[in-house]
């Protein structure tokens, strides 16, 4: 089946500084890749999404690009904020289409920006 | 406003008791998901439902059940056969594998349920 193996945290970073978390995937095909936040104490929110080798997703300043010959989708940030501060997830649907459209998180990398 | 609740927001169990957590959606996905989280880790699929009166196992499936008798609702019951319930507990749903044309719709969270054993 499908895996994601994301780099272990946490990350602690100055306000300002450049991020990096890296995310590579083992899939069948060329599933669409997801990045998720979780802020303290709450649910999970969807970041950014690609859904075809190439894609570049962004948002909030965040980017990552769906790179097919390296299997990866590094999440990056020119300039943290101390409200970038929470847990960062990378995802894939579970295997085949028909599989329930179960997703695969990564163990989930932990960000700590400092003033 | 569209979204998914969880309630409650922090529930409190002793020993032995069956507990029951709530989620519903008024966003009209056909597909619904719980998750178990621990401290650290990542998220580990316990139950999903694509439809109304069907779910299937996830990962971690064992000490927990599940219906689903509306489209907006997918309670979770933590029952007493389940060793280590303590955990934060989320739910999601997504528009359904049988809409999605080749591409996976990505999943909407909840808030969470913290769960504690006493």
């Known amino acids: 089946g499908n895996s994601v193996t994301q780099m272990e945290g946490p990350v602690t970073l100055s306000e300002e500084a450049f991020l990096t978390i890296n995310c590579t995937y083992t899939a069948t095909g060329y599933p669409s890749l997801f990045w998720y936040v979780q802020y303290p104490g709450e649910g999970l929110q969807l970041l950014l999404k690609a859904t075809k080798a190439d894609d570049k997703g962004s948002n909030k300043g965040f980017e990552a690009t769906y790179r097919k010959e390296t299997t990866s989708f590094h999440l990056e940030k020119g300039s943290v904020q101390v409200s970038d501060s929470a847990v960062y997830f990378c995802a894939l649907p579970g295997g085949s289409y028909n599989q329930g459209g179960k997703l695969i998180f990564g163990q989930g990398t932990e960000l700590s920006v400092k003033p | 406003d569209g979204g998914i609740t969880q309630s409650p927001k922090y529930l409190f169990r002793k020993e032995g008791q069956n507990v029951t957590l709530s989620c519903e959606q008024n966003?009209?996905?056909?597909?619904m998901y719980w998750y178990r989280q621990d401290p650290g880790q990542g998220l580990r699929l316990i139950y999903y439902s694509q439809i109304v009166n069907d779910f299937q196992k996830g990962d971690i499936a064992e000490g927990y059940s599940v219906s689903r008798e509306k489209k907006e609702s997918f309670p979770l019951t933590v029952t007493s056969a389940q060793k280590n319930p303590t955990a934060f507990y989320l739910c999601?749903?997504?528009?359904?594998?049988?809409?999605?044309?080749?591409?996976?719709?990505?999943?909407?969270f909840g808030p969470g349920t913290r769960l504690t054993v006493l």
């Open positions: 966003l009209n996905h056909d597909a």
């Open positions: 999601a749903s997504s528009i359904g594998s049988f809409k999605a044309s080749r591409v996976y719709n990505e999943q909407f």
